[in-house]
Structures are given as structure tokens and as C-alpha cells.
């Protein structure tokens, strides 16, 4: 009976701290690197109504044509960004579409979660989900290539209300 007191405590507490961090706004470091030019670019592209855009269509997903929607307008938005990419997830982190997979984009592979692996532990993403003004940043090396990326990402609608995340990257 008490570990299960403790358990409980332990998880309203967490999940206090959780919905206390979500529900601060972004702080004026956030605010600040919007405006650097690693930021900048990748934020002037993705205004408000780029934003409602990517939002429509995600909620539009139906079958292949309304994927192939979503998909088109990710090709044309990763296209005005030098070595570009695009990602598209669900709240959970499922991706619907990654400009950098190719071919792999199709509403089948979206469905059987084969485009990309999970997303929901990227910070740019999570902070985005996470954030009041739904806005995520995130610069790192590769891994894989060691070249330096930047990431920004942007909620697709309301905290905990939202359609996903559409996250912009360069190298």
C-alpha cells in the first residue's frame, strides 16, 4: 500500500513538473536565437501561415492523393533551404514525412511507421510539443555525416491539442 502512496506521488509529481515547463512561455533565449542567422532563414520560411499549411494538410491525411498533398508541400519547402530537409511527425513522434528517405515517403510506409524511426525524443520536436509558443530549436553534430545541424521546429496547432510537428532543418 505504500509503494503504491509512493508510485503515485512519484507520478503526479512528474507529471506536474511536465505540465509546469509546458506551460511557460519560450524565454527570451529562444526569442533571441529566432533571429541569428542559423535561425532566422529556416524561421522566415516557416511563418504562421506555413504553419496552418503544413497543419491542414497533416489533418487532410486520408490516403495516398491527400499523403501525396502533404508531401508535395514538403519537397517545396525543403527546396528553398540550402541542403534541406523536412520532417513531419505525429504528436507521438511517428513520422509522417522526411524529405531526406526519398522514395520511401508513401502513405503505405507512413501507415506501417517505416518511413523514419520515432521522433518524439528530438529535442527541437519535443521542445516544440512541450513549449507554450510551440517553437523548438535544436544545432548538433551528426553523428553519421559530422556535419553541424540546425533544426527548428514548430507545433501544428495547440499544446496537447495539436496535429504534430513540422521540423526544418540545414547542414
Not at 87 to 108: E, F, H, M, R
Request: charged share 15%; aromatic share 6%; proline share 2%.
Amino acid at each position: 500500500m505504500k509503494m503504491q502512496k509512493m508510485s503515485l506521488l512519484s507520478l503526479v509529481a512528474v507529471l506536474w513538473l511536465v505540465s509546469f515547463n509546458a506551460m511557460a512561455a519560450c524565454g527570451d533565449q529562444v526569442l533571441t536565437k529566432l533571429t541569428a542567422p542559423a535561425y532566422a532563414n529556416l524561421n522566415a520560411i516557416l511563418t504562421p501561415a506555413q504553419v496552418t499549411k503544413f497543419k491542414n494538410k497533416l489533418n487532410g491525411v486520408t490516403g495516398a492523393p491527400t499523403y501525396n498533398s502533404l508531401l508535395n508541400e514538403a519537397n517545396t519547402v525543403a527546396a528553398l533551404i540550402a541542403n534541406g530537409r523536412v520532417l513531419i511527425t505525429l504528436p507521438d513522434g511517428t513520422v509522417v514525412v522526411d524529405t531526406s528517405k526519398g522514395a520511401n515517403n508513401t502513405y503505405a510506409n507512413f501507415q506501417a511507421k517505416t518511413i523514419n524511426e520515432n521522433h518524439n525524443s528530438r529535442i527541437a520536436i519535443l521542445d516544440a510539443q512541450l513549449w507554450a509558443c510551440g517553437v523548438g530549436l535544436e544545432t548538433k553534430t551528426s553523428t553519421s555525416t559530422g556535419d553541424v545541424e540546425v533544426y527548428l521546429a514548430k507545433r501544428l496547432g495547440a499544446y496537447l491539442n495539436s496535429a504534430g510537428t513540422v521540423r526544418l532543418s540545414h547542414k
